[in-house]
């Protein structure tokens, strides 16, 4: 089964740069998207972006300014880097398996998109303090 | 602000059944499949429900998902105590082209 094991810095000053890395272990890697999703402490989800095996990515619009997510696809691995960081950025970065796509059920009419996680990596703490 | 509202919390006794709801828009829900996720204390979130109504393997079937515009319901029947955790509703926005999150619903099996 699909594992996804993450890594990365998990103490950092405001103004620095938040890097993580997840591998993806026991599946396919090319016939997926990938995606980063956070979690500050007490609070909800917050999806930040997403990456295929071409590299092609989507980012949440209220982070788009900050964020790049790359592939390399000779490791089956995909990282996340967020810049300027401050205090607000404090929280729990998950890695995830992505199943998307989208369905016309009715001919000649508009369709539907799936889209959902289905694996998650195990989380990391991340902490910005001065 | 989450794009997709849902209550802070719930609460129903063991054995019983509990709904949690999930509002949205035309953008999102109205037009887009639903998904369902639980976080038990300390790890992370775990699909519960799939395209609306569809459960993964091993989610027991006392797990059900709705949705009737733009408004989604997860049902939990039989609830246990182990079933106390957060859930959180999820899809695609349209008009953001993001997955956006509901806020979350903490049950508590009294």
């Known amino acids: 089964q699909v594992q996804l094991q993450q890594w990365g810095a998990g103490l950092l000053k405001p103004s620095e740069t938040l890097s993580l890395t997840c591998a993806v272990y026991g599946g396919s890697f090319s016939g997926y998207y990938w995606s980063w999703i956070r979690q500050p402490p007490g609070k909800g989800l917050e999806w930040i972006g997403e990456?295929?095996?071409?590299?092609?990515?989507n980012y949440n619009p209220s982070l788009k300014s900050r964020v790049t997510i790359s592939v390399d696809t000779s490791k089956n691995q995909f990282s996340l880097k967020l810049s300027s960081v401050t205090a607000a950025d404090t929280a729990v970065y998950y890695c995830a398996r992505e199943i998307r796509g989208y369905v016309v059920v009715v001919a000649a009419t508009p369709g539907y998109y799936y889209y959902y996680m289905d694996v998650w990596g195990k989380g990391t703490t991340v902490t910005v303090s001065s | 602000q989450s794009v997709l509202t849902q209550p802070p919390s719930v609460s129903a006794a063991p054995g019983q059944k509990v709904t949690i709801s999930c509002s949205g828009s035309s953008s999102n829900i109205g037009n887009n499949y639903v998904s369902w996720y639980q976080q038990l204390p300390g790890t992370a979130p775990k699909l519960l429900i799939y395209?609306?109504?569809k459960r993964p393997s091993g989610i027991p079937d006392r797990f059900s998902g709705s949705k009737s515009g733009t408004s989604a319901t997860l049902g939990i029947t039989g609830l246990q105590t182990g079933d106390e955790a957060d859930y959180y509703c999820g899809t695609w926005d349209s008009s953001l082209s993001a997955c956006v999150f509901g806020g979350g619903t903490k049950l508590t099996v009294l």
């Open positions: 990456i295929n095996h071409s590299g092609s990515t």
């Open positions: 395209e609306n109504n």
